[in-house]
């Protein structure tokens, strides 16, 4: 994932339903006792597929928009 940041967990949003878990496509998230980690991160592709699926809205996949100098 390199220079990417990762998607944003909110903790006190998720109920542990899995969901986001079962739709990555690069398996990066896990759940455990505690909550949604990132079991993985360097397989996150950013695919945003979690912040999508998530019924809590527990997720977000915020991006940051950069200008390209002319060189």
């Known amino acids: 994932m390199s220079d ?9 949003k998720c109920n542990r339903c899995g ?5 990555c496509p690069t398996r990066a998230l896990a759940l455990i006792p ?3 980690v990132f079991e ?3 397989a996150c592709s950013y695919c945003t597929e979690c912040e999508k699926m998530c019924p ?7 991006f940051q928009i950069g200008w390209a100098s002319e060189s």
């Open 19 to 23: 969901v986001c878990v079962q739709v």
């Open 34 to 36: 505690q909550g949604l």
């Open 4 to 12: 990417w940041t990762l998607p944003v967990i909110d903790l006190t």
């Open 56 to 62: 809590q809205g527990a997720i977000a996949c915020p």
């Open 40 to 42: 993985n991160p360097d």
